[in-house]
């Protein structure tokens, strides 16, 4: 059977343990108070004093939200998401086991 194949990229197992590991939430200090944030956030407003800080880097830098990012793109393309929604549901009944 033929299948389609992508060009292959190396992709290590430090970034798959980096993705395993990645927050729910980011904290942030400002004017001595800890807020939390979500991980995907390019700014956040501080509570006590009204700034507006930067999170995340636009430089040519990759971060390892931009990976996330790429997928959630993906996963926005209607087929993609059909696609995701059944690969977690196999992930939760593979994890029930």
């Not at 992508?6 to 001595?32: D, K, Y």
Request: glycine share 4%.
């Amino acid at each position: 059977m033929a299948t389609n194949t992508h060009t292959p990229i190396e992709i290590t197992h430090e970034l798959i343990e980096a993705i395993h590991a990645f927050p729910v939430e980011r904290e942030v200090e400002h004017c001595g108070r800890k807020l939390s944030v979500s991980p995907f956030d390019f700014y956040a407003t501080c509570p006590q004093c009204g700034t507006r800080m930067k999170l995340r880097a636009f430089s040519g830098a990759t971060e390892l939200e931009d990976v996330f990012d790429a997928v959630f793109e993906w996963m926005n393309d209607p087929a993609g998401r059909v696609i995701a929604d059944r690969r977690q549901a196999e992930i939760v009944d593979d994890s029930e086991d």
